[in-house]
């Protein structure tokens, strides 16, 4: 059943090639043909219509072949070792042929037609394809000592599918400008190169948010990759993330999207803080004594994406007035304003874990040494800083209240590192 499923996707996607060839071949002004005008268009719109039914078809079974690798993938990472047992859903490399031919379809009916709602879908079939590619290969594999640890399947993936958003944006961006000069001196009317891609803000949006989900994954869980070490994962998932937020900026000047200033605001403050993470020492390598340092960074680099979307904002708001509001820069202000306390609030919250880290049950670091105590104090100092000063320029009763509790989280960073040194503990 299931090699049948791939068969019909493969079935499927070389006949909706051809009738896009066919169709492009046949395209009335498109070059010589047997047919007059007339029949002519009726054989593209049909070969147009089948096309599209059997790429629909094919998309349908990868799509969902490719959900069950996620999932698998995803169990298999929270598990730290594979599942045994049959897995046989039709995960392949057969199924990047199908992919890559849905991908060609597009591409030529685009070129031939000029329909921008194909270029979405030349998007999502070169994401699809790239995934595919990615998790190809075994998210885990064993070690000499019999226990098993992570690839970089998963990293490349992250950054294919921002080296991906980055080309579909500059590709979009160039034929909206050159369109731009074309339109007006042939056919007088600039309005259509002014149309948006249909579909394409929210594509780059939900890819920005796997973007999002990858990068907080690296930042989080982080892993040494080869000689590179924990710096080198952390810098991939860093430059990554600040790729794709720049990206998502650009698109940003060609089409607002609300959805899209949230994704690039949100890569920009993981940004910031893969950028800060970079900086902690390889050692120790053990995660229970490591996770405090990083703990550190990404209070710092948090903290600074909130001090960065305060500016912004208050900037912003000064110089913008009237009718400027509605440009793309007026327009981000509310989304600076609301970044600037999900920032902050982040940074709250890795502070309480961090403060709390050496009392939990399954950890036995410590974390009491003098510079791991002056580090985190100081770390948290910081945090207190900026969030008092995001208050006075905000005038929020949001950010009053998160300096309150930034306070009440460095009393307990300095309560459960003095605990152990007092009498009776134990």
């Known amino acids: ?26 395209l009335p002004g498109g070059g010589r043909s047997a047919f007059k005008p007339a029949p002519r268009r009726v ?122 958003l980055a080309l579909a944006v500059k590709i979009t961006g160039s034929i909206q400008r050159r369109r731009g000069r074309i339109t007006p001196s042939s056919s007088g009317d600039s309005a259509g190169a002014a149309r948006p891609w249909p579909g394409l803000s929210l594509s780059a949006a939900l890819i920005s ?77 053990t995660l229970a004594e490591r996770y405090p340092l990083v703990f550190n960074a990404m209070i710092v680099g948090f903290a600074v994406a909130t001090g960065l979307w305060t500016h912004l904002a208050s900037v912003w708001d000064q110089q913008l007035e009237g009718d400027q509001v509605r440009t793309t820069t007026g327009q981000l202000i509310p989304h600076a304003k609301r970044f ?21 049950p399954s950890i036995a670091a410590t974390d009491d040494t003098l510079g791991r105590v002056a580090a985190g104090l100081s770390t948290n100092l910081f945090l207190l800083l900026v969030m008092l000063w995001c208050s006075r320029r905000l005038h929020k009763l949001t950010f009053h209240i998160l300096t309150l509790l930034t306070v009440l989280s460095t009393a307990g960073f300095l309560l459960a590192r003095m605990l152990p040194f007092t009498p009776g503990f134990g």
């Open 43 to 164: 054989f593209t719109r049909l070969a147009h219509v089948v096309a599209l039914l059997l790429g629909v078809v094919t998309a349908i079974i990868q799509s969902v072949v490719l959900m069950m690798r996620v999932i698998y993938v995803a169990v298999d990472l929270m598990n730290g070792y594979p599942l045994h047992g049959e897995r046989d859903y039709g995960f392949g490399p057969t199924g990047l042929w199908s992919i890559g031919l849905l991908f060609a379809a597009c591409a030529i009916t685009f070129v031939s037609t000029g329909d921008r709602r194909l270029g979405t879908c030349q998007l999502w079939s070169a994401a699809m394809m790239a995934s595919w590619a990615c998790l190809l290969a075994p998210v885990l594999r064993s070690t000499p000592t019999g226990g098993y640890e992570r690839t970089g399947s998963t990293l490349v993936l992250l950054a294919v599918l921002s080296i991906l």
């Open 1 to 26: 059943m299931v090699r049948a499923a791939q068969d019909i996707a493969l079935i499927c996607a070389i006949l909706s090639f051809v009738c896009c060839v066919c169709a492009a071949v046949v």
């Open 340 to 360: 600037a306390f999900y920032s902050a609030a982040l940074a709250l919250v890795v502070g309480a874990v961090m403060a709390i880290w050496p009392r939990l």
């Open 209 to 285: 948010l796997v973007v999002i989900l990858l990068v907080c994954y690296h930042l989080i869980v982080p892993f040494a990759a080869g000689p590179g070490g924990f710096r080198l994962t952390v810098l991939i998932a860093t430059a990554s993330a600040a790729l794709a937020a720049f990206a998502s900026f650009v698109l940003l000047r060609q089409e607002w999207s609300t959805h899209v200033a949230a994704a690039a605001m949100g890569l920009t403050s993981l940004a910031l803080c893969g950028l800060a993470t970079i900086v902690v020492p390889s050692q120790p390598v």
